[in-house]
């Protein structure tokens, strides 16, 4: 009897044998299989269903795998999905993941976010590149290092270069090594400096101290000072202000020269100041001096532009050269008794100049004390003036006549180039009158030669192109080379020296052929076969009488 006649038996109440046992088969594919035919006896088929686990594989793309051909044993197909691996990246760009580590992606577009800057120690501007100055994440940076303060206790011993790039504050202690400071030095050229508090006690502040500290804007100096000596502060051309403690009775030479912003000074004390003490202080506009002031050195206040006026005290003796010269605003100035002398280049080019006083007093005006004072319109020079160098006012453009003091006797050039000049008196006891004296005086229309004089020299009237008339005087016994050249509006010359003056061939070059040569009624034949005279002998003629 078969297994399904027992089992049937046993359906309808028969038995007695047990079921058959299933026999195990290995079955790795899914499908139907009949019991004949696999094994499965007991059935007359069996449908298996196979879930086995999924073969390990290392997949480091992203797609769609195939079972058969992908170990995926079970299923027909797997998508897998990969997590994004870790990789250090500093520059922005499009990543491969195949060369770039980035499994599970064709290509990553990566924007780095700015790191942090490595920090560097860099003192001056530029551009620095990331690779080679430690800014990692840019490929250059720009640098623009800011003035910052640096504080010094003590002297200043840092040599100039040391204050490039800084701003620097110093304190100078009151003491040093138990003994107080009194005296200040070796700050010269700190171009970093721009602020210091100096020590109570100090009472000297010596040459050089702050010549050069280009950043100083002020200092404060103490009430104990009560010497400043020379290029103290030299080219401080940032300083504003700067106080003058009452103890201090003197400006040393070139204290102050160049400090080209500095507003304004007030010297209570100071009885003298030296050479060059301001010159070159182009902004300053006020200064006060003291009563007790009675000397101001040469260059002094030289190129001080922007000075508008300025009070001379009383007691003023001495004035040198060139004190005022190019203060070009400089209006007006007053001029104390005390004064004898004004110097060469005094008030040279102070072209804002309309009126001076010169007192009783002075007896010489230097060489171009007032040359190109192109606004001064008059002058009254006293007669104590016996000497007025040359080009004391050459080139005053707006001064039209001049009385000559009656003391002098030898006329300079002292008024050449005044173009404007039209009238000039010479006083009566002048017996020389030197060469290119009244030359380019272009308006000139009046002029008297003192009886005195005995020569005129080479271009003492030169260009003098508005004079219609010359009369010179007996005692002159020679006429230099162009004396009187250019002169095309003469229209006469009275000569009455009965001898011919001696002339050169240019004397009278460019004068009008035509003009009237008078001369004494006995000397007219001589004057016509003279040297020179005789190019001119057809216009030769006897003084008119009255």
Request: hydrophobic fraction near 30%; proline fraction near 5%.
């Amino acid at each position: 009897m078969n297994y399904f006649d027992l089992l049937l038996a046993n359906e309808l109440g028969g038995g007695g044998s047990e079921p058959a046992v299933l026999i195990d088969k290995d079955i790795t594919q899914n499908g139907d299989y009949a019991a004949a035919d696999d094994d499965a006896d007991g059935y007359s088929s069996v449908h298996v269903d196979v879930a086995p686990d999924l073969t390990t594989k290392n997949i480091t793309q992203n797609g769609t795998y195939q079972a058969s051909q992908d170990n995926a044993d079970g299923y027909s197909s797997v998508t897998v999905a990969l997590p994004l691996g870790t990789k250090s990246i500093t520059q922005n760009g499009t990543y491969q993941a195949s060369s770039d580590n980035l499994e599970g992606y064709n290509q990553v577009s990566v924007e780095v976010p700015s790191p942090t800057l490595v920090t560097k120690s860099i003192s001056a501007n530029g551009t620095y590149t990331a690779s080679s100055d430690n800014a990692d994440g840019y490929s250059s940076v720009t640098v623009t290092v800011a003035s910052t303060n640096k504080d010094i206790e003590g002297d200043c011993d840092l040599a100039p270069s040391t204050c490039i790039g800084y701003e620097i504050i110093v304190t100078v202690p009151s003491t040093y090594n138990g003994t107080n400071i009194t005296s200040i030095y070796g700050f010269q050229n700190c171009s970093g400096l721009k602020q210091i508090t100096l020590p109570q006690m100090l009472t000297k502040i010596s040459s050089y101290a702050f010549s050069g500290c280009s950043k100083l804007t002020s200092i404060n100096i103490p009430s104990g000072v009560t010497q400043i000596l020379s290029y103290a502060f030299q080219n401080c051309s940032s300083l504003t202000s700067i106080n003058i403690p009452s103890g201090v009775t003197s400006i040393d030479v070139y204290t102050f020269k160049g400090c080209s912003s500095l507003l304004s000074i007030e010297l209570p004390s100071v009885t003298s100041i030296g050479i060059g003490a301001f010159n070159g202080c182009s902004k300053l506009t006020s200064i006060t001096l003291s009563s007790g002031l009675t000397s101001i050195g040469n260059t002094a206040f030289s190129g001080c532009s922007s000075l508008t006026s300025i009070t001379l005290p009383s007691g003023l003796t001495s004035i040198g050269y060139g004190a005022f010269q190019s203060c070009s605003s400089l209006t007006s100035i007053n001029i104390p008794s005390g004064v004898t002398k004004i110097d060469d280049n005094v008030f040279q080019s102070c072209s804002s100049l309309t009126s001076i006083n010169i007192p009783s007093g002075v007896t010489s005006i230097g060489r171009s004390a007032f040359q190109s004072c192109t606004s001064l319109t008059s002058i009254t020079l006293p007669n104590s003036i016996t000497r007025i160098a040359e080009l004391a006012f050459g080139y005053c453009a707006g001064l039209t006549s001049i009385i000559f003091p009656s003391d002098v006797t030898t006329i300079t050039t002292c008024f050449s180039h005044c173009e404007n000049l039209t009238s000039i008196t010479l006083p009566s006891g002048a017996t020389t009158i030197v060469s290119s004296a009244f030359q380019d005086c272009k308006k000139l229309i009046s002029i008297n030669i003192p009886s005195g004089v005995t020569r005129i020299e080479g271009s003492t009237f030169g260009s003098c192109t508005s004079l219609p008339s010359i009369d010179i005087p007996s005692g002159v016994t020679t006429i230099g080379g162009a004396a009187f050249s250019n002169c095309t509006s003469l229209t006469s010359i009275t000569c009455r020296a009965t001898t011919p003056p001696t002339i050169a061939t240019n004397t009278f070059n460019n004068v009008p052929a035509d003009c009237a040569i008078y001369v004494p009624a006995e000397s007219v034949e001589t004057y016509k076969a003279a040297q020179y005279w005789s190019a001119r002998a057809d216009y030769i003629q006897a003084i008119p009488t009255t």
